[in-house]
């Protein structure tokens, strides 16, 4: 079963830190849904492009079935519920966001019962855990960083010469 977390670069924000970026999750069927701005839930694909990092969850790890039959339906009615709440909301960059929107998803679902999802632990997992779809999307996500950094420290160096 293919069910995946997804992670793609915002322009302008991800080239300046690099482990910020825009997520969605996909249903048991692998569509994707995203919060992708006030009031709109985007489906099968995500707001900025393709996906750069997948992180694969596995539907047996869902805790509350809340009168589910099974895992799966269990999943995909904790990512309709989430879905329900969001397109009723307005987005907020930094305070209610596809984060929180992905998070809302995996808490009314019990995903993992061991953590309580939000923004912050979403972006480390998906930081540290998630892997590259392939080397050119991880260079496209990095590339821009490292040339931000080597513009910084270049004038840094030509500062300190003068």
């Not at 915002?10 to 080239?15: A, F, N, S, W």
């Amino acid at each position: 079963m293919c069910i995946r977390d997804r992670w793609t670069p915002i322009p302008c924000i991800t080239c300046c830190c690099p482990c910020v970026g825009h997520m969605g999750i996909c249903d048991s069927n692998g569509v994707i849904y995203d919060f992708a701005g006030p009031y709109r839930i985007g489906k099968n694909q995500l707001a900025f492009g393709d996906a750069t990092r997948v992180l694969q969850l596995d539907p047996s790890r869902v805790t509350d079935l809340d009168g589910a039959e099974t895992h799966m339906e269990a999943y995909d009615n904790g990512l309709v519920h989430a879905n329900s709440v969001y397109a009723k909301r307005m987005h907020r960059l930094c305070c209610d966001n596809c984060h929180s929107h992905v998070a809302m998803a995996l808490e009314k679902m019990g995903y993992r019962s061991c953590l309580p999802w939000n923004m912050a632990t979403l972006a480390c997992w998906m930081c540290w855990c998630a892997r590259y779809v392939s080397c050119e999307r991880f260079v496209k996500s990095v590339f821009p960083s490292l040339i931000g950094c080597l513009a910084v420290a270049c004038l840094i160096i030509f500062l300190l010469i003068l």
